[in-house]
Every structure is written in C-alpha cells, then in structure tokens.
C-alpha cells in the first residue's frame, strides 16, 4: 500500500524542486547568442580557467554552486523521509502546493480529516515544507500562512507560522552567510547598497530598525533574509526582530484565513487601513531612535 503512495509524494517533492530551481537557476539563464559566444571563447587557450574559478555566466564558483545544490539535496531527502513516515492517506489530494486561492481552498477541504486524525505528523510535515520555501525562497508561503489559519484557529496558527518562518528565515541567512553574496550582488545590487548604507547609519539602534523591516512591507522579507548576513547584521538581532516583528502580519494572514471561503484575492489581506497599522506599529519599534536624535540634535 505504501508504495503506491510514492508517485503522489515523489511528485511533491518534484514540484517543490522545479519551483526551487526557477528560482536558484533564475541568474543563469542567459540568450542563446550569449551561450554560443561562451562556447566559442572557451576553446581559446587564452580563456582557460581555473578550477573553481567565478563562471562569467553565473554569480556564484563551482564551489558556492555545489555546496548549495549539496545543502538543497539534503532538503528534499529530509521531506521526502518525513513524508514517507506519514499515514496512509490520499496523497493525491493532499500532497499538493497551492498557487493561488481556489487550490488552497480545494486543498483545505481535502486535508482537514487528515490534519485533525494526525495533527503531530502533519505538523511535522507542514513545518518542513514551510521552512524549505523560506530557505530557498519559493513563492507560496503565504497560502501556507492562510492555510494555517484554516486549520488551526488562530493562536495556534499565529504560532505556527511565526515558528516556520523564523526558523525558515533563519536557514536562509546562514545559507546566504555560505553562499549568497554574489547572488545578492547580482539579484538587487542597488538595493543591496541602499540596505547596507542604511544599516551603517543605524548600528547603535540596529534591532529597533529590523523591527521596523520585519512588522512593514519597507522591503520584501526574502531580501532581508539574504541580505543580512552580508551587510553584518549580527544573527541574533536578525533572530530577535524576526521573531517578533513577524507576528502581526502573521497574525493578519492567519486570522483571514478563519474566512478563507469569503477572501477573494491575497491583495485583500494588506488593504490600505491594514498598511497604516503595521506602518504605526513599525514607527513605535523606532521611536526610541528618533527620540534620542531629537535630543542629540537640542
């Protein structure tokens, strides 16, 4: 019976993997007239490169390209095991990434006997998927948020997801710490220098700053995730604004999920009066910093 639930959660995991690699591949693809000209210049003796030498078609050396397909790999065999220690159920609903609101809702549907008979392995197997999306930064993670919501209430949906995205997050800065300087460079390289400019002017008062990161929509959290361990922001300041500065959208989301059936498009969850309130409660997070220049400045 097991083994023909496996095609159902090989084609999870695959899924998982194809929008993974559009996303780790997305610096390399390049015209074709580009690739031939490579393909030429390397058949020049003069060419010629060292061993783990920075490919001119990618960001990242051989090296940072093995270590993060080997840190990858260990992800989906990690779900994969977890996945295989699940019950016996029908995986072919189940096991499946919404992309949009109407899958979520198919899929709510589907998993809401199995979530409830076997909440402590679909936890598991939810807080795994989560915290992969987080750290290889997969779109979708806010339908997980949603999906919590509708499962679980929302304190332990409030919970849940803030524990999955802190630890998601987490994983994706020390990945970042390994790998991801020259893919930051390459991917936002304006935005990569405003950030650090930005981070340098506020050291003495750098937690109440990512506080203010993490509760608005200022800049998008897979970019702060990467981000930060290049510019030097310390992990445990990192950890901290993480933890709390994510409840309140985590909360907005997970409560909207409670009415999954009447929302209509994500773009409803951060309407314009929900925006003024993470923005006021972003500016409390910082008030201790202005008040202090408004005295340095009397």
């Excluded at 390289?189 to 993490?214: G, H, S, T, V, W």
């Amino acid at each position: 019976m097991r083994l023909r639930s496996l095609p159902f959660i090989a084609a999870f995991c695959c899924s998982a993997v194809r929008a993974a690699a559009l996303v780790s591949m997305a610096p390399l693809r390049f015209s074709a007239v580009r690739d031939v000209e490579s393909a030429l210049s390397e058949d020049s003796p003069t060419t010629k490169k060292p061993a783990g030498a920075r490919d001119a078609r990618s960001p990242l050396t051989r090296w940072e390209a093995a270590a993060a397909s080997s840190v990858f790999a260990i992800f989906v065999v990690g779900l994969f095991c977890i996945y295989l220690t699940m019950p016996e159920a029908d995986y072919d609903k189940i096991l499946r990434l919404p992309r949009n609101l109407a899958e979520l809702r198919v899929l709510k549907d589907n998993i809401a006997v199995y979530a409830r008979d076997y909440q402590a392995k679909f936890m598991l197997g939810y807080c795994a998927t989560y915290i992969f999306m987080q750290t290889f930064m997969i779109p979708g993670t806010i339908f997980m948020s949603l999906l919590a919501g509708a499962l679980f209430g929302v304190v332990k949906g409030v919970l849940l997801v803030v524990f999955t995205a802190t630890s998601g997050a987490s994983s994706c800065y020390f990945l970042s710490k390994l790998i991801g300087r020259p893919l930051a460079s390459w991917l936002w390289p304006e935005k990569l220098r405003f950030f650090q400019a930005e981070i340098a002017k506020r050291r003495d008062k750098l937690l109440n700053y990512m506080l203010f990161l993490r509760i608005t929509p200022s800049l998008p959290n897979t970019f702060i995730n990467m981000a930060s361990p290049i510019v030097d922001i310390p992990f445990h300041v990192f950890f901290l604004a993480t933890l709390v500065g994510l409840i309140p959208a985590s909360y907005i989301t997970v409560r909207a999920g409670l009415a999954l059936g009447d929302l209509k498009s994500v773009r409803d969850l951060y309407d314009f009066k929900t925006l003024v309130v993470l923005f006021l409660i972003g500016s409390i997070s910082i008030l201790p910093t202005i008040l202090k220049r408004k005295r340095t400045y009397e």
